[in-house]
Each structure stands twice: as C-alpha cells, then as structure tokens.
C-alpha cells in the first residue's frame, strides 16, 4: 500500500521560497516516476514538477522553469520541490503523486500515469 506525506506547505510573500517534501512508503521496488501537482481554487489540475527515481530525468513546467527544482533524497526515501521566486499564481494546493515504471525504464515520466496521491499541502503567495 503505497503512502505519500507532503510537507513544506505555508504563506510567504511574493518573491519568497519555499521546500515542500514528500515521503513515500509501501512502494514494491524503486522504479517509480514521483511528481508534484497544484490545484487552485476554481483551476484545473495541472501538472509541476516530476523525477525518475531510477533514470534521475526530470520535467519541470514551462511557468516554473529556473524558479523551482525538483530532487530526491534517497536517505529519506522523499522527493523534494523547492519554490524559488513564487508569485501570487503559484498559490494553490502541491500534491505529491507516483506510479510505478518497468524496471529499466529510461523515459521521462509520463504526467498521465500517475496513480499514488498524497494529501497535499497549501502553498499562498501573497
């Protein structure tokens, strides 16, 4: 039974940082694809960041390209996100996600795959 616990989550001024974690267990091997979404109020669902946990390649959304960098920390078994230079529109609720890949795999994570959902954690931007 796979679990993911985000934390990081809180208020900051425009312009300021955050680094949001999540923590995975009960994964059945270590070939996973974990990535981050946000949703704000009134939005749609859309994806942020993702990592390979294997292959290590990464995806990061236009809007966020050289303000945020997703990594893993594989002595805490945790994806991290850190938020550099957040705006008002980054406000919104950051959920952790994975889902298993084929070991070997060398693809970048496929952002509709994703079936492993945290709780998320609220990011406000003011």
């Given amino acids: 039974h796979v679990q993911l616990v985000e934390s990081g989550g809180d208020s900051v001024q425009a312009g300021g940082s955050l680094r949001l974690s999540c923590t995975a267990s009960g994964y059945r091997g270590s ?40 990594s893993q920390d594989n002595a805490k078994g945790a994806i991290d996100l850190q938020l550099n230079s957040l705006r008002p529109d980054d406000s919104a609720v950051y959920t952790c996600a994975a889902h298993p890949t084929d070991p070997g795999y060398l693809g970048r994570c496929r952002m509709t795959d994703f079936r492993y959902w945290g709780q998320g954690t609220q990011v406000t931007v003011s």
Avoid at 38 to 47: D, I, T
Avoid at 54 to 70: E, M
């Fill in 31 to 70: 070939s996973y694809c974990m990535a981050w979404f946000r949703q704000a109020p009134g939005k749609e669902r859309e994806e942020v960041a993702a990592i390979h946990l294997i292959n290590g390649r990464t995806y990061i959304r236009d809007s966020a390209q050289g303000r945020f960098t997703i």
